[in-house]
């Protein structure tokens, strides 16, 4: 559905998205490399257990919840990937702040 566009002035990056570790392009959001990537959902939700993707791909919606770097609840879109960074799909509210990876 989501394919990234190729720009080849832009460096790659190894991040590891739910265990895997993935090559992605410097500047792009991690909603954008999640939907790129082909993964269905970034979260769960607390009560019911139904899944979440981006949706509004700003920040307002917060469909986009995911754990990053051990931090939970953080929007997938307003956040460009790192080399190295962790990510995570978030299940329910997600970990604790003492219980981070």
Known sequence: MFKQLQNNDLGNLEVTLDGCKILVPQG???????????????????ISNSPRAPFCMMGVCY???????????????????????????????????????
């Open 63 to 101: 469909d986009c919840l995911m754990i990053i770097d051990g931090k939970a609840n953080q929007h997938s879109c307003a956040t460009y990937v790192k080399q190295g960074m962790h990510v995570e799909t978030q299940q329910g509210v997600g970990p604790a702040l003492g219980d981070a990876r």
């Open 28 to 46: 792009t959001s991690v909603a954008a490399v999640v939907l790129a990537q082909g993964l269905r959902s970034t979260r769960t939700t607390p």
